[in-house]
């Protein structure tokens, strides 16, 4: 009976952990730049004696999908959005972090930001002069015509560092930015970008709803199976007390 119990708690387990997952990548499916995350477990012995037989359901980071979201035409000048694999490096209080949220703003400071974290450069945080027109190149190359003077030219002020790293390498912080193992990675002059875009989230609401009503079906065979276990067990202790 107690192999039935461990069953059907570790299956009620998983189904609400899932459940989480999907509920979290429900409520992003209009967040700019958000990745899906994906889920997955791992049967794991229960040590002990007498529990050899015994497996409960452990959870593993299954990192995130970095499948390319839609991306919409804005026309806004400090709008970009990626080509295809890549990611957008910011300068988190825990190091480098990453984003595919291409929506910059300019801070009071003259600083490049998304989501109030300094974009990256060459040489760390980027910062702007005073300008009347901004461009952002495919390559990243922000250039800029100062506010001041009579300069009718573009001036490259920075170049935005892309960096290109596998989905397994990376997981997301408490913030929700993606960061990855080790050392910061190098600029990978492969990514490009698409100025005056702004890609979305890569979450399928279809998809998320389907799995979401599935698992509320798999929690509901794992309950009644919890509860044959309580019956089953009330049978033998009645036929105990009867013999």
Do not use: C
């Not at 967040?31 to 050899?52: M, P, V």
């Not at 299954?62 to 991306?71: I, K, M, S």
């Not at 300068?91 to 972090?97: L, V």
Request: glycine residues 10%; negative net charge; without cysteine.
């Amino acid at each position: 009976m107690d192999h039935l119990i461990y069953t059907a708690v570790s299956g009620a387990t998983r189904s609400l952990d899932q459940q989480a997952i999907h509920a979290n990548n429900l409520s992003n499916v209009n967040t700019q730049g958000f990745r899906a995350d994906l889920e997955s477990a791992q049967a794991q012995r229960i040590t002990g004696a007498g529990y050899n037989t015994r497996y409960l359901v452990e959870e593993k980071n299954a990192g995130v999908d970095l499948t390319q979201g839609h991306a919409d035409v804005t026309g806004r000048d400090l709008d970009i959005a990626i080509r295809g694999a890549g990611l957008i490096a910011v300068n988190s209080d825990a190091g480098e972090a990453y984003t595919r949220n291409g929506l910059m703003n300019v801070n009071d400071s003259g600083e490049l930001t998304i989501g109030g974290l300094a974009v990256l450069g060459d040489s760390g945080p980027i910062i702007l002069p005073p300008y009347k027109h901004i461009s952002v190149g495919s390559d990243g190359t922000i250039s800029i015509i100062p506010a001041d003077g009579d300069v009718s030219a573009e001036q490259d002020i920075d170049r935005i560092k892309l960096v290109d790293i596998a989905a397994k390498s990376l997981h997301k912080n408490a913030q929700g930015w993606l960061v990855a193992s080790g050392r910061a990675l190098a600029r990978n002059d492969g990514v490009e970008l698409e100025a005056r875009h702004l890609e979305g989230s890569n979450v399928s609401a279809v998809s998320e709803m389907t799995a979401s009503i599935a698992l509320t079906r798999q929690f509901e065979a794992q309950i009644k199976m919890m509860k044959v276990a309580e019956e089953l067990a009330e049978a033998g202790d009645r036929l105990l007390r009867n013999s």
